[in-house]
């Protein structure tokens, strides 16, 4: 079960993280709050006649391409190609149809290629909530179903292949080239990410300007919000086999013995290493318009966002109290305050580059601190002295009574039977301009008297 709620007459867009929002006049105003089993209403059955699909020699020649992948050698036989994918109507569309540049989400109007630019839409694409096709559409297993950008934001919740669509469209509209990358990820699932060659770090513009992460061949997996080199080991971690690579111009597959990304070889025109679907030789290059729609983007007033943060509270603290039924379960408000205070600025630390934070984190006024941990030591020291603090802070996208009950059940902080334990509880959510596409932030701490030990 889960919650949605929307605020009537008030209208209005949340900002987005460091962003001033919108003066709002007060208006009368109705709040509604409607649980969902399953978390999200299954479509409308689709008409029995959802049009015409993709052209019929597009067809042909789409199973003859795949055939001859799969016969090059034994390593190519069983990879996961394929140039057609279903729509929501049923119907078959070529995948360089779902490639489009994609309009940026509010607050980013005008911006370039940099480095934080980046880092946000990519954030932004992460915190889409994760459905698996099967549970938004109610299909059995081995059926994928391809929605459009804008379709995926109006569900709020795809799966990877809508991830990967968005951010590669969020990519193409600031100018870099980017590709979709097909295949299977470590656990033996169908996975969908991001490639964008490298050399791409001296971004034009007046003045021009420099991103240092665009210079190396780097694989993007919006899903979990990360970001490998395609050099990196660590990268074949998240995506087992790649069968297919496309962009809104060709398909190539992948015919080479390796299928790991840090073992192959990305020259997308080495005819030994990849064989495109559209050719002079076999199958000439024709017009793809695109499938996608400009998208348009609806959020909620802040009030929404507060109370949603005060909903997933409630529920972790009915977690922990649930989970010691047979002790007495205090809360610390002081302590729980001042987390709150550290949960705000949070999310704007998550958007530092790995090598910004290696240098510290920059508090202002000439002071800079180690890390996160010894940051937040050092503000909580006066109101946990006496205590033993064990906790930590945890980020969710938008999500679920039952997600947050498992989360606060994972973290095994409720383990005790200690009586002389105390806890503390703060949550913040951070908007980014589109209905339920949030950072919901959440931390969790045990507070155990030192004395109780002498």
Same mark, same amino acid.
């Given at each position: 079960a889960g919650g949605g709620a929307g605020g009537g007459g008030g209208g209005g867009r949340a900002s987005l993280p460091g962003g001033g929002g919108l003066a709002q006049q007060p208006? /009368? $105003?109705?709040?509604v709050y409607i649980q969902f089993a399953p978390a999200l209403a299954k479509p409308e059955p689709t008409l029995s006649d959802p049009g015409v699909g993709e052209d019929e020699s597009v067809l042909r020649h789409a199973k003859v391409w795949e055939k001859e992948c799969r016969a090059v050698s034994r390593h190519t036989k069983q990879r996961p190609y394929r140039a057609v994918a279903t729509d929501g109507m049923g119907r078959s569309v070529h995948l360089c149809r779902y490639i489009a540049s994609a309009q940026l989400p509010p607050g980013f109007q005008g911006a370039i290629a940099d480095e934080p630019t980046l880092r946000q839409l990519m954030r932004f694409c992460h915190l889409v909530p994760h459905v698996t096709d099967m549970s938004a559409f109610n299909l059995p297993p081995g059926v994928d179903i391809w929605t459009t950008s804008q379709e995926f934001l109006d569900m709020c919740a795809g799966d990877s292949e809508e991830h990967a669509l968005l951010l590669c469209g969020f990519l193409v509209a600031l100018g870099v080239e980017a590709y979709v !990358?097909?295949? !299977? $990820?470590?656990?033996?699932?169908? &996975? &969908?990410?991001v490639f964008t060659p490298g050399g791409q770090g001296k971004r034009p513009g007046n003045p021009p300007t420099y991103a240092p992460m665009l210079e190396d061949s780097l694989i993007w997996d919006p899903m979990a919000g990360t970001i490998f080199s395609v050099y990196d080991s660590a990268c074949s971690a998240c995506l087992g086999e790649i069968g297919v690579v496309f962009n809104s111009d060709n398909v190539w597959a992948n015919v080479q013995v390796h299928g790991r990304p840090h073992e192959m070889n990305w020259n997308l025109n080495d005819a030994h290493g990849w064989r495109p679907f559209f050719s002079a030789g076999s199958f000439p290059h024709r017009a793809m318009p695109t499938v996608q729609t400009a998208i348009t983007y609806e959020s909620y007033p802040p009030a929404f966002y507060e109370r949603l943060g005060a909903a997933v509270e409630r529920e972790a603290m009915d977690a922990i109290v649930k989970k010691r039924a047979r002790q007495h379960t205090p809360f610390n408000r002081r302590a729980s305050r001042a987390l709150k205070d550290l949960l705000r600025n949070l999310e704007g630390q998550i958007l530092i580059s790995p090598d910004d934070q290696g240098g510290g984190l920059n508090l202002g006024g000439g002071m800079r601190v180690g890390s996160l941990t010894e940051l937040h030591m050092s503000q909580l020291a006066g109101i946990c002295e006496g205590y033993t603090v064990t906790g930590c802070p945890m980020n969710? /996208?938008?999500?679920? &009574?039952a997600t947050v009950r498992d989360v606060i059940d994972r973290l095994k902080i409720a383990d005790t039977t200690r009586s002389d334990v105390e806890f503390a509880v703060a949550t913040h959510v951070e908007p980014y301009g589109c209905t339920f596409v949030c950072s919901v932030w959440v931390y969790v701490v045990r507070l155990t008297k030192i004395s109780s030990y002498q």
């Open positions: 208006r /009368p $105003s109705m709040s !990358v097909l295949g !299977v $990820s470590a656990t033996d699932s169908d &996975a &969908a990410m969710l /996208p938008f999500t679920d &009574a």
